[in-house]
């Protein structure tokens, strides 16, 4: 009994022994080497030019001999040189290793510690501090983009652990997606049912970067993009921003800088049919749309749904510094300048600027362009050639038609009298809105057409001859007559009977007398003090009446007796009459 108490009481000391055996001998035993863990690729699926994000996790062997971690790829995966990936020329380990890169050079050979693996390239991430024997694992991350001609497909990077020989090996894959033709950006989560679908304050901004030449991003309904980024198109692509579902594209929260959408490459960029609104919460953008790359081309059209509130000290809704902007079919409003270049070249027409915050709507300081045929509302244009803003409609665009050759619009058409050279507009202003307010003067008559105008649209440009169909209603006694405008200066004040002029009696078929005939210009009429051409503003009036006056007045001028006693006589006859006519009634 006593030993068996005396051995219980010796057993907890044992105990202790045997562990302490235990420890000093596994603290002299080397520590088995540990590897490469794992391997994560973000995002696992990709559109070429964009950047992927690899994350190696590995444990780091209890030794002092340097740790590479080598990483391969195969060159039907990737036939590019490492150079073409963007990496960095070095890691920072999560526990504090240095890892300097060494690029391979050569298809097949090694990098610093790499040996060559088949027909793979090397890379190679070689630690310079080797100072960590802790049992826990580290990792590092590094960016690296997928080259833009990447074929789509599964693509593997493998990674490789030598110490130096080979510890572990451990492969990570991806998905490049094929470049799109059609992407939809939208704040609603699936676009409408429509994909691709990218959301986000910098989905523009990535669909431009993932889009294919020659395709289409589609605004649908809202999109709020984030307010200090620039959606931007690079390089050589020619890329259409257009909308379905009443598409806006507004600023998100926070501070808003720089241009909305910027063109900085030799391609063409489109823009149609969306509405863009610059109103921050914070800041200012200094432009909706600009265009800035010396070789490329930015359209704007057909925006009638209007480009608004870019408001900030000397922004501008559409700003050129170079290159080319053709601006038509636009409607702008509370911008504090509608157009702004300060080089390159800019063509606008068929535009509506119906309020703008500076006096003027359009300003350069880069070149003398062709900006006319505009409604400016009551704002002026600065910079441009001076007969820009003379051939200004009057009145807001309604529809309009841009072309070379023969154009028809309603019941207008442009026809080919002589070789035309260039492009040329013929806009419908509607018939209810008059030019500067002047439609109603004596001598234009009964109005049965809509209100035209016609200009050239770059400085090439050569005018043709316009002919309109009027309604379908009976000529009045002098038939249906063309009227133009040929000196906006003289339809101010609105009653100016200068303003429009008779077209009848200036060429054959000016005038016409038949029911619904059609009235033609003899050519066009050029301001002489430019040479881009206008044919002016235009309507057929129906002639009711061509001795028509409102009043007739008798002149009695001193002497003229003879008349003055006859009118005496007249009313004393017609006096004599009354009390007679009464009497016998009374």
């Known amino acids: 009994m006593k030993k068996i108490k005396l051995l219980r009481l010796f057993m907890p000391f044992q105990l202790l022994a045997l562990l302490a055996v235990v420890g000093w001998a596994a603290a002299q035993a080397p520590e088995a080497p540990e590897a490469v863990t794992g391997v994560t690729i973000t995002p696992s699926s990709v559109v070429a030019g964009n950047s992927i994000t690899v994350n190696v996790n590995f444990t780091v062997p209890d030794t002092t001999i340097a740790n590479t971690i080598c990483l391969y790829y195969l060159n039907t995966h990737f036939p590019f040189a490492p150079s073409v990936f963007g990496l960095p020329s070095s890691v920072t380990s999560t526990l504090g290793d240095l890892y300097t890169l060494t690029l391979g050079t050569t298809l097949g050979g090694g990098a610093g510690a790499c040996p060559g693996v088949g027909v793979r390239w090397a890379v190679a991430f070689s630690i310079s501090d080797p100072d960590d024997f802790a049992d826990g694992g580290d990792d590092f991350s590094f960016t690296m983009t997928v080259p833009l001609t ?70 649908y309904s809202t999109f709020s993009q984030g307010a200090g980024v620039t959606a931007q198109l690079t390089g050589s692509k020619s890329v259409t921003i257009s909308g379905i579902n009443t ?76 290159g080319t902007l053709i601006v038509h079919g636009n409607s702008f409003q509370n911008n504090r300048r509608a157009l702004h270049q300060t080089s390159g070249t800019l063509y606008a027409f068929a535009n509506n600027v119906n309020s703008n915050i500076e006096a003027n ?74 030019p500067f307010n002047n439609g109603t003067v004596i001598g234009l008559g009964a109005r049965v057409s809509d209100y035209f105008a016609v200009c050239g649209t770059r400085t090439t440009a050569t005018g043709g001859a316009i002919t309109i169909i009027g309604d379908s209603v009976a000529p009045g006694p002098n038939g249906f007559h063309l009227h133009a405008i040929e000196d906006v200066t003289q339809c101010s004040p609105s009653t100016n009977t200068a303003c429009w002029d008779d077209l009848s009696g200036g060429a054959p078929g000016s005038s016409c007398f038949t029911t619904g005939c059609s009235v033609s210009s003899f050519g066009a009429i050029i301001p002489p003090s430019t040479s881009m051409p206008r044919d002016g503003h235009y309507v ?45 009634r009374a």
């Open 361 to 434: 709507a359009a300003s350069s300081s880069g070149g003398l362009n062709n900006v006319s045929c505009n409604y400016w509302g009551a704002s002026t244009i600065s910079g441009f050639n001076p007969q820009d803003f003379a051939e200004r409609l009057g009145a807001p665009v309604v529809n309009y038609i841009e072309g070379t050759g023969a154009l028809t619009l309603g019941n207008a058409s442009l026809t080919v009298t002589t070789p035309i050279t260039g492009t040329q507009v013929l806009i419908n202003m509607g018939r209810t809105n008059h």
């Open 247 to 322: 598409p806006l594209i507004e600023n998100g929260g926070g501070t808003c800088t720089g241009a909305m959408i910027e063109n900085a490459g030799s391609g063409t960029l489109e823009f149609t049919t969306v509405s863009l609104n610059g109103t921050c919460a914070a800041g200012a953008r200094t432009a909706g749309i600009l265009q800035s790359a010396a070789t490329g081309t930015t359209i704007v059209r057909d925006s009638f749904n209007t480009i608004s509130n870019f408001t900030g000290s000397g922004a501008a809704a559409l700003r050129v510094t170079d």
């Open 540 to 584: 057929v009036g129906n002639e009711m009446d061509p001795t028509a006056v409102n009043l007739l007045t008798v002149t009695l001028q001193g002497g003229n007796t003879a008349v003055w006693s006859a009118s005496l006589l007249m009313a004393l006859l017609l006096g004599i009459t009354f009390v007679v006519l009464r009497r016998r």
């Open 150 to 219: 990447t074929t789509p497909g599964s693509k593997t990077l493998t990674f490789r652990q030598y110490n130096p020989t080979l510890l572990n090996t451990l492969n990570g894959s991806f998905t490049v997606l094929p470049t799109p033709s059609t992407i939809y950006v939208s704040n609603t989560a699936g676009c409408g049912s429509n994909s691709p679908c990218y959301t986000g304050p910098t989905a523009l901004a990535q669909a431009l970067t993932d889009i294919s030449s020659g395709g289409t991003i589609f605004i």
